[in-house]
């Protein structure tokens, strides 16, 4: 378990982060941007559950964490191909 107030102020700026990442979602001017900034939401996101896990002593988090990075990769690599139109 970690102390309660080092948990909000993580939580906090996970939350700051993830707010100007949707800024950067609506106002980016190309799909780059966006995309890098939904990835920076769904790693905040990551964020979040690893926190609240540790808060609450939770053993299945680690599995949860470990899964949804390697899909989050996998997606950042898909859409990097996508918008490099398929060239190698």
Known sequence: ???????????????IAAALAV?????????GDRAVAG???FFGFIG??????LM??????????????ILGFLSVLSLARLLQGKQR
Do not use: S, Y
């Not at 378990?1 to 939350?15: F, K, Q, T």
């Not at 800024?23 to 799909?31: A, D, E, F, N, W």
């Not at 609450?56 to 990075?69: R, T, Y």
């Open 1 to 15: 378990m970690i102390p309660d107030i080092v948990a909000i102020i993580v939580i906090a700026l996970l939350a």
């Open 23 to 31: 800024v950067r979602v609506v106002v980016g001017p190309t799909g």
């Open 39 to 41: 990835d920076l939401i």
């Open 48 to 53: 979040f559950v690893a926190i609240f896990g």
């Open 56 to 69: 609450f002593a939770i053993d299945a988090v680690l599995d949860i964490i470990l899964v949804a990075a």
